[in-house]
């Protein structure tokens, strides 16, 4: 695997070492300056003629700043004639504004994806996109990648969870957690919650039966942790034994930590697809990066990334 190297952004340098590491590499040279300005500087420290460059840079907080490294970090690549540039974004930011909701607004993933594309870079490899069809906002490939290899072993091997059942925070997200409830054998409940305005939301009920379960709420981030931690309250309400939460990505923003901590949640287990801002008891981190590592190998020899879904 001499023909490629492996850079990365500010965002998670720890991540990108990691996913080096499982591929006994170590990651390429490059600097990434501020001028006084604010503007980004990026200067490559190595060749990279004819290599096949991956680039590791989730585009989360601060976004604007993540995403403009992995843009810059692409057109030197690009003007340094590299056979092909290939992003890795583990969390993809701006993927919650995929469609005009509303009268007169953008539809922002759309722009990443064109400004991504101009950039020069060739290929996309993403995990747990929040709206599928951003794939199809690309005329490259994307490889979005599905957290539920990672956490389905980590709950068949819970010694905690005697009765599990796996449950939807809300109907968006019935699909995947289908998707997990079909590959364990488990049977599924639903969440139903209005929301009233942005980043709140109002548990209203539950569809199925959850007493005497241990439930585990499954969602593809958790950002104000809001909505697990009321739909957590009123599955223990109906006789839940206990509440885990998974969320692939920790996006945890506002004043998401001291509502998991003071929640009734018993665990809440999420990736390093972001860095964490502080530690909670209460949290448990699970690595994707072997995952990660495994994508990268098998796209640069030609093999197929599906079959390790499957």
């Not at 990108?16 to 390429?28: R, V």
């Not at 007493?211 to 839940?240: H, N, P, S, Y």
């Amino acid at each position: 695997m001499k023909g490629f190297k492996i850079f990365t952004g500010n965002a998670h340098p720890e991540f990108s070492k990691n996913l080096a590491k499982h591929l006994d590499f170590t990651l390429s040279k490059a600097i990434l300056n501020r001028f006084s300005d604010g503007e980004i500087n990026v200067q490559i420290s190595e060749s990279v003629r004819g290599k096949d460059v991956f680039i590791v840079q989730p585009t989360c907080c601060p976004t604007n700043d993540n995403l403009m490294e992995l843009l810059i970090m692409a057109d030197a690549f690009k003007r340094s004639s590299s056979s092909s540039i290939n992003a890795v974004i583990p969390y993809f930011g701006y993927a919650r504004q995929d469609r005009k909701a509303a009268p007169r607004v953008p539809i922002t993933a759309k722009l990443v994806a064109n400004l991504i594309q101009s950039a020069g870079i060739d290929r996309v490899i993403t995990m747990d996109l929040h709206a599928g069809q951003i794939q199809g906002f690309f005329d490259i490939p994307v490889d979005n990648l599905y957290g539920a290899i990672v956490f389905r072993d980590y709950i068949r091997c819970n010694k905690n969870l005697k009765n599990p059942i796996i449950a939807s925070p809300d109907i968006g997200g019935v699909s995947r957690a289908r998707y997990f409830a079909n590959h364990l054998g488990l049977d599924l409940v639903i969440v139903d919650k209005k929301r009233e305005k942005a980043n709140e939301s109002e548990v209203m009920n539950i569809i199925g039966d959850v007493k005497g379960k241990d439930v585990v709420l499954i969602d593809d981030m958790i950002d104000t942790a809001g909505t697990m931690c009321k739909a957590a309250e009123v599955l223990k309400d109906r006789g839940a034994l206990s509440v885990m939460a998974i969320g692939t990505h920790p996006v945890l923003s506002g004043n998401a930590y001291e509502r998991i901590n003071s929640s009734v949640l018993d665990e809440v287990v999420m990736s390093d697809s972001i860095p964490l801002k502080k530690k909670s008891d209460k949290i448990k981190i699970i690595s994707v990066a072997p995952l990660f590592a495994e994508v990268v190998r098998r796209i640069y020899h030609n093999e197929s990334v599906n079959s390790l879904f499957i």
